[in-house]
Protein backbone atom coordinates (compact mmCIF):
# COMPACT_ATOMS: atom_id res chain seq x y z
CA UNK A 1 0.00 0.00 0.00
CA UNK A 2 0.84 3.88 -0.97
CA UNK A 3 2.19 5.20 2.46
CA UNK A 4 4.44 7.21 1.07
CA UNK A 5 7.74 8.26 -0.76
CA UNK A 6 10.30 10.80 -1.50
CA UNK A 7 9.35 14.28 -2.82
CA UNK A 8 10.91 15.06 -6.33
CA UNK A 9 14.28 16.54 -5.56
CA UNK A 10 14.37 15.28 -2.16
CA UNK A 11 15.41 12.99 0.24
CA UNK A 12 12.58 13.97 2.87
CA UNK A 13 9.65 10.94 3.78
CA UNK A 14 6.41 12.16 3.43
CA UNK A 15 3.16 10.73 4.55
CA UNK A 16 0.30 10.88 2.40
CA UNK A 17 -3.07 12.05 3.70
CA UNK A 18 -5.04 9.01 2.70
CA UNK A 19 -7.22 11.23 -0.14
CA UNK A 20 -3.66 11.61 -1.73
CA UNK A 21 -3.53 7.82 -2.43
CA UNK A 22 -4.12 5.92 -5.52
CA UNK A 23 -8.19 5.70 -5.45
CA UNK A 24 -7.75 1.99 -5.45
CA UNK A 25 -5.70 1.84 -2.27
CA UNK A 26 -7.88 4.12 -0.07
CA UNK A 27 -9.95 2.02 2.47
CA UNK A 28 -13.74 3.67 1.99
CA UNK A 29 -12.95 3.11 -1.71
CA UNK A 30 -12.08 -0.21 -1.72
CA UNK A 31 -14.62 -1.05 0.64
CA UNK A 32 -17.40 -0.01 -1.60
CA UNK A 33 -15.66 -1.37 -4.59
CA UNK A 34 -14.57 -4.99 -2.90
CA UNK A 35 -16.24 -5.57 0.37
CA UNK A 36 -15.42 -5.20 3.78
CA UNK A 37 -14.23 -8.25 4.93
CA UNK A 38 -11.17 -7.45 1.83
CA UNK A 39 -10.22 -4.95 4.57
CA UNK A 40 -7.62 -5.49 7.29
CA UNK A 41 -8.86 -4.22 10.89
CA UNK A 42 -6.77 -1.12 10.52
CA UNK A 43 -8.26 0.03 7.03
CA UNK A 44 -11.76 -0.68 8.95
CA UNK A 45 -10.88 1.33 11.52
CA UNK A 46 -9.64 4.35 10.06
CA UNK A 47 -12.44 4.44 7.79
CA UNK A 48 -14.12 4.92 11.39
CA UNK A 49 -11.90 7.44 12.20
CA UNK A 50 -11.78 9.22 8.82
CA UNK A 51 -9.27 11.16 9.45
CA UNK A 52 -5.23 10.50 11.24
CA UNK A 53 -3.52 13.08 13.05
CA UNK A 54 -0.29 15.23 11.89
CA UNK A 55 2.08 13.01 10.05
CA UNK A 56 -0.30 10.54 10.40
CA UNK A 57 -2.40 9.05 7.85
CA UNK A 58 -5.70 7.86 9.71
CA UNK A 59 -4.42 4.13 8.61
CA UNK A 60 -1.28 5.16 10.71
CA UNK A 61 -3.35 6.15 13.37
CA UNK A 62 -5.90 3.19 13.32
CA UNK A 63 -2.12 0.53 13.03
CA UNK A 64 -1.24 2.94 16.35
CA UNK A 65 -4.12 2.44 18.54
CA UNK A 66 -4.74 -1.41 17.82
CA UNK A 67 -1.15 -1.65 18.76
CA UNK A 68 -1.12 0.23 22.20
CA UNK A 69 -4.40 -1.18 23.16
CA UNK A 70 -4.21 -4.78 21.87
CA UNK A 71 -6.46 -4.68 19.63
CA UNK A 72 -10.17 -3.82 18.95
CA UNK A 73 -10.70 -5.66 22.93
CA UNK A 74 -8.47 -3.25 24.33
CA UNK A 75 -10.28 -0.12 22.46
CA UNK A 76 -13.46 -1.38 23.44
CA UNK A 77 -12.26 -1.37 27.18
CA UNK A 78 -10.54 1.70 27.18
CA UNK A 79 -11.90 4.73 29.32
CA UNK A 80 -13.20 7.35 26.86
CA UNK A 81 -11.52 10.36 28.81
CA UNK A 82 -7.93 8.51 28.64
CA UNK A 83 -8.60 7.64 24.68
CA UNK A 84 -8.88 11.48 24.26
CA UNK A 85 -5.37 12.15 25.64
CA UNK A 86 -3.95 9.81 22.48
CA UNK A 87 -2.40 12.16 19.72
CA UNK A 88 -4.66 12.98 17.19
CA UNK A 89 -8.13 11.44 18.97
CA UNK A 90 -10.41 14.08 20.18
CA UNK A 91 -14.10 13.77 21.65
CA UNK A 92 -15.63 12.87 18.54
CA UNK A 93 -13.36 10.29 17.28
CA UNK A 94 -13.58 8.33 20.25
CA UNK A 95 -17.18 8.51 20.21
CA UNK A 96 -16.97 7.42 16.43
CA UNK A 97 -14.81 4.42 17.83
CA UNK A 98 -17.01 3.57 20.96
CA UNK A 99 -20.29 3.73 18.67
CA UNK A 100 -18.97 1.21 15.92
CA UNK A 101 -17.82 -1.21 18.49
CA UNK A 102 -21.08 -1.00 20.11
CA UNK A 103 -22.98 -1.90 17.37
CA UNK A 104 -20.14 -4.62 16.54
CA UNK A 105 -21.86 -6.03 20.00
CA UNK A 106 -25.37 -4.94 19.23
CA UNK A 107 -24.89 -6.87 15.78
CA UNK A 108 -23.59 -10.41 17.20
CA UNK A 109 -26.23 -10.39 20.12
CA UNK A 110 -28.75 -10.00 17.20
CA UNK A 111 -27.48 -12.95 15.33
CA UNK A 112 -26.62 -15.25 18.11
CA UNK A 113 -30.06 -14.86 19.25
CA UNK A 114 -31.71 -15.54 15.73
CA UNK A 115 -30.00 -18.95 15.62
CA UNK A 116 -31.34 -19.58 18.88
CA UNK A 117 -28.43 -21.63 19.94
CA UNK A 118 -28.73 -24.69 22.45
CA UNK A 119 -27.09 -24.16 25.46
CA UNK A 120 -25.64 -27.85 26.66
CA UNK A 121 -22.79 -26.60 29.04
CA UNK A 122 -21.43 -24.04 30.49
CA UNK A 123 -18.76 -23.40 27.88
CA UNK A 124 -21.51 -22.75 25.57
CA UNK A 125 -22.65 -20.17 27.76
CA UNK A 126 -19.35 -18.90 27.69
CA UNK A 127 -19.25 -18.93 23.72
CA UNK A 128 -22.49 -17.39 23.22
CA UNK A 129 -21.82 -14.61 26.37
CA UNK A 130 -18.19 -13.95 26.45
CA UNK A 131 -18.00 -11.58 22.96
CA UNK A 132 -20.38 -8.98 24.68
CA UNK A 133 -19.49 -9.06 28.63
CA UNK A 134 -15.75 -10.03 28.41
CA UNK A 135 -13.41 -6.63 28.85
CA UNK A 136 -16.26 -4.23 30.07
CA UNK A 137 -14.85 -2.08 32.60
CA UNK A 138 -17.95 -1.95 34.21
CA UNK A 139 -20.26 -5.18 35.73
CA UNK A 140 -23.31 -6.19 33.74
CA UNK A 141 -26.08 -8.94 34.12
CA UNK A 142 -27.52 -10.64 31.26
CA UNK A 143 -30.46 -12.91 31.47
CA UNK A 144 -30.48 -15.92 28.91
CA UNK A 145 -33.96 -17.09 28.61
CA UNK A 146 -34.59 -20.44 27.32
CA UNK A 147 -37.53 -22.75 26.20
CA UNK A 148 -38.15 -26.04 27.60
CA UNK A 149 -35.48 -27.85 24.95
CA UNK A 150 -32.92 -25.26 26.57
CA UNK A 151 -32.85 -23.52 23.11
CA UNK A 152 -31.72 -19.47 23.59
CA UNK A 153 -35.31 -17.57 22.80
CA UNK A 154 -33.15 -14.45 23.80
CA UNK A 155 -31.37 -12.69 26.16
CA UNK A 156 -32.05 -9.63 27.87
CA UNK A 157 -29.41 -6.79 30.36
CA UNK A 158 -30.85 -6.86 33.71
CA UNK A 159 -28.65 -4.21 35.37
CA UNK A 160 -25.41 -2.47 34.54
CA UNK A 161 -23.34 -0.95 37.47
CA UNK A 162 -20.45 0.29 39.08
CA UNK A 163 -16.86 -1.06 38.35
CA UNK A 164 -17.58 -3.84 41.21
CA UNK A 165 -21.05 -4.47 41.11
CA UNK A 166 -24.47 -4.18 39.45
CA UNK A 167 -27.90 -4.97 41.64
CA UNK A 168 -29.91 -7.92 40.64
CA UNK A 169 -33.39 -8.31 42.33
CA UNK A 170 -35.06 -11.74 42.12
CA UNK A 171 -38.53 -10.45 40.93
CA UNK A 172 -37.21 -8.48 38.30
CA UNK A 173 -35.48 -11.34 36.61
CA UNK A 174 -38.69 -13.81 37.50
CA UNK A 175 -40.99 -11.34 35.75
CA UNK A 176 -38.93 -11.24 33.13
CA UNK A 177 -38.48 -14.69 32.25
CA UNK A 178 -42.76 -14.72 32.69
CA UNK A 179 -42.71 -12.25 30.24
CA UNK A 180 -40.95 -14.08 27.45
CA UNK A 181 -42.41 -17.59 28.37
CA UNK A 182 -39.38 -19.12 29.21
CA UNK A 183 -39.06 -22.26 30.89
CA UNK A 184 -35.38 -21.91 32.10
CA UNK A 185 -33.14 -19.08 32.69
CA UNK A 186 -29.07 -18.86 33.03
CA UNK A 187 -27.92 -15.84 34.96
CA UNK A 188 -24.13 -14.49 33.39
CA UNK A 189 -22.15 -11.76 34.80
CA UNK A 190 -19.01 -10.39 33.89
CA UNK A 191 -15.86 -8.95 36.99
CA UNK A 192 -14.40 -6.34 35.35
CA UNK A 193 -11.52 -7.17 37.65
CA UNK A 194 -10.79 -10.30 35.86
CA UNK A 195 -11.15 -13.10 38.86
CA UNK A 196 -14.05 -14.99 37.84
CA UNK A 197 -14.13 -16.47 41.90
CA UNK A 198 -17.55 -15.31 43.04
CA UNK A 199 -17.91 -13.34 46.00
CA UNK A 200 -20.11 -13.94 48.69
CA UNK A 201 -23.07 -11.74 47.31
CA UNK A 202 -22.59 -13.36 44.24
CA UNK A 203 -23.63 -16.55 46.00
CA UNK A 204 -26.21 -15.51 48.04
CA UNK A 205 -28.37 -14.05 45.15
CA UNK A 206 -27.67 -17.43 43.07
CA UNK A 207 -29.32 -19.15 45.87
CA UNK A 208 -32.25 -16.96 46.19
CA UNK A 209 -32.24 -16.86 42.41
CA UNK A 210 -32.67 -20.57 42.35
CA UNK A 211 -35.28 -20.43 45.19
CA UNK A 212 -37.69 -18.19 43.20
CA UNK A 213 -37.40 -19.97 40.11
CA UNK A 214 -38.59 -23.07 41.62
CA UNK A 215 -41.59 -21.03 43.26
CA UNK A 216 -42.46 -20.07 39.85
CA UNK A 217 -41.55 -23.01 38.16
CA UNK A 218 -38.96 -21.56 36.25
CA UNK A 219 -35.20 -23.35 36.49
CA UNK A 220 -32.26 -21.45 36.77
CA UNK A 221 -29.76 -23.89 35.20
CA UNK A 222 -26.53 -21.61 35.64
CA UNK A 223 -24.83 -19.04 36.89
CA UNK A 224 -21.85 -18.04 34.77
CA UNK A 225 -19.10 -15.74 36.14
CA UNK A 226 -16.84 -14.54 33.01
CA UNK A 227 -12.99 -13.44 34.18
CA UNK A 228 -10.41 -12.25 32.13
CA UNK A 229 -9.75 -15.19 30.21
CA UNK A 230 -11.47 -17.93 32.52
CA UNK A 231 -14.80 -18.35 34.41
CA UNK A 232 -16.62 -19.54 37.21
CA UNK A 233 -20.27 -22.11 36.51
CA UNK A 234 -22.00 -22.39 39.71
CA UNK A 235 -23.77 -25.70 38.19
CA UNK A 236 -20.16 -26.98 37.00
CA UNK A 237 -19.55 -26.60 40.84
CA UNK A 238 -22.58 -28.70 41.63
CA UNK A 239 -23.77 -25.45 43.60
CA UNK A 240 -27.31 -25.07 41.53
CA UNK A 241 -28.60 -28.72 42.93
CA UNK A 242 -26.99 -27.88 46.59
CA UNK A 243 -28.86 -25.00 46.75
CA UNK A 244 -32.02 -26.60 45.98
CA UNK A 245 -32.13 -28.70 48.52
CA UNK A 246 -31.51 -26.21 51.55
CA UNK A 247 -33.61 -22.93 52.71
CA UNK A 248 -32.13 -19.55 51.98
CA UNK A 249 -29.87 -18.52 54.81
CA UNK A 250 -31.02 -15.82 57.26
Known amino acids: MLCGGALPGGDILTRYAIRDWPEGERPRERLISE ?60 AQIKAALELGRRLLAAVEEEARPRITSSKDVVELMAPRLRGLQVERCELILLNGGNEVVGSRMLSE ?11 DMMQLANRHHAAAVILVHNHPSGNAQPSASDRALTQELVLAGELLRIRMLDHVILGRRDHFSFADRGLIEEYRRRPVAG
Open 35 to 94: GARRLTTAELLAIVLRTGARGQSAVDLALALLRDWEGLAGLEAADPHTLTETKGLGPAKV
Open 161 to 171: GSLTESAVYPR
